[in-house]
């Protein structure tokens, strides 16, 4: 048997905040994660794409530095500094030598706390929002997936386009954006990890600096995530040679105790590359798609399994009838052992390659504390996969795969349905 994996993972206190670190002096490299709850969660009605256009302008600019010498001076410096909003969390983080460490913290400090918002970078980043908001529309599955969404979560922020649409994204004021980031960006509620070549007491000394300068308290909690709403089949009419299907129906969230059963599951049936069931029967067999899958979609402290397939207007009706028959027939009979087997040796093997850079690690890290899970749970999770049984597998597909719970979106010219 191969040796358990180990990740030595240690937990900076400082300041009123705890990050997950794992030092390596192996490359002069650092990277620092953190993470607040919100994102676009916090977007008022009708003023969807707050966040995302709100993250994007933190670094167009920050006190005396208007964006090209933001820019530049994180050129100079080779610095990566990036903020995002998810749609219930906002992220933010730098990659960097250890040697440009203090000016990666001053200006990530300085777009936390003093962003300029220009105007100019406002409505540019907003033109060019807009003009990605509209390319989506323009296919089958962006059609498709917005649609879904909508119906499945009609009267929560889950069910909003978090990047906006054209319309709410004109709409945005600069007020708007100075409000969104007034309650995102605060002093608690972070979520923090770091990797590389950092010592603890210089990550907590960094810590304090770093965030000193925001107001004090945690932004709101985004509200839970509902029962899914099922809506059966619904076509949505584009002239398209291909049509693009969304489906699924309520899943399981993150922090659900058998969520790596679920793992090996859908590894099994629809997230295994050529090996999963879905593309065996509806690509391999039948030749009706260049690809399908499926996977659970956590958010807001649950989860929905959601997959998606395309194919020619007259088989997409085909397609969805294979995976509907599969989908019962995994619910009904569970994996084999073989099959079980597999997924468990890739699962294993494959862990290791998340590690393989220090941004990789820290993303890590910021999902584990996101999930809740213990510190050492890396350091287990070889040994609870291998102890996941055939029964234990098919257990978890009965719960999980729900056939007669099916909604299903379809954007195109479809035939047959």
């Not at 998810?86 to 400090?109: K, S, T, V």
């Not at 409000?179 to 990890?193: D, S, V, Y």
Request: proline share 6%; glycine share 12%.
């Amino acid at each position: 048997m191969s040796t358990p994996f180990r990740l030595p993972i240690q937990r900076v206190a400082a300041h009123g905040l705890t990050a997950w670190l794992v030092e390596d002096h192996s490359v002069p490299v650092v990277s620092l994660s953190w993470s607040w709850p919100g994102g676009a969660a916090f977007d008022a009605p009708g003023r969807e794409g707050t966040a995302s256009l709100a993250a994007a302008l933190l670094t167009e600019g920050a006190g005396d530095l208007p964006a090209a010498a933001f820019t530049d001076a994180l050129r100079d410096a080779g610095i990566g500094l990036s903020f995002s909003a998810g749609r219930d969390d906002m992220d933010g983080g730098f990659r960097c030598l250890i040697d440009a460490l203090p000016e990666a913290e001053r200006l990530a400090r300085l777009a936390m706390t003093a962003p300029r918002l220009d105007q100019a970078a406002i409505e540019r980043l907003r033109a060019r929002a807009i003009a990605g908001a509209r390319q989506s529309l323009e296919t089958p599955r962006g059609q498709a997936g917005r649609a879904f969404w909508a119906a499945a979560f009609p009267s929560h922020p889950a069910g909003r386009p978090s990047g906006g649409t054209a319309e709410s994204l004109a709409a945005i004021t600069p007020d708007d954006l100075r409000g969104q980031l007034g309650q995102q960006l605060r002093r608690e509620g972070l979520t923090i990890a770091a990797a590389g070549a950092i010592r603890p007491d210089d990550l907590a000394a960094l810590l304090g600096r770093l965030f000193a300068g925001l107001p004090a308290g945690a932004p709101a909690t985004p509200p839970s995530l509902p029962g899914f709403t099922s809506f059966g089949q619904r076509v949505i009419g584009m002239d398209s040679p291909q049509s693009q299907a969304i489906f699924g129906h309520e899943g399981i969230g993150a922090r659900d105790p058998q969520f790596e059963v679920a793992q090996i599951v859908l590894r099994i049936f629809g997230g295994g590359g050529f090996s999963s069931r879905l593309t065996e029967s509806v690509r391999v067999k039948r030749g009706l798609t260049y690809g399908i899958g499926v996977g659970l979609d956590t958010g807001f402290g649950g989860g929905v399994l959601a997959g998606s397939v395309a194919s020619d207007n007259g088989k997409i009706a085909e397609a969805l009838a294979v995976t509907r028959d599969e989908w019962a027939r995994m619910a009904a009979d569970g994996p084999t052992e073989a099959e079980t087997a597999e997924a468990v040796a890739f699962l294993t093997g494959s862990l290791a390659l998340q590690f393989t850079d220090s941004r990789r690690i820290a993303n890590t890290l910021m999902a584990m504390q996101r999930n809740e899970r213990p510190i050492d749970w890396l350091d287990g999770r070889s040994e609870r996969l291998r102890a996941v049984s055939r029964d234990d597998a098919a257990r978890m597909a009965r719960r999980l795969l729900k056939p007669g719970a099916l909604s299903v979106v379809v954007a195109g010219r479809p035939v047959g349905l």
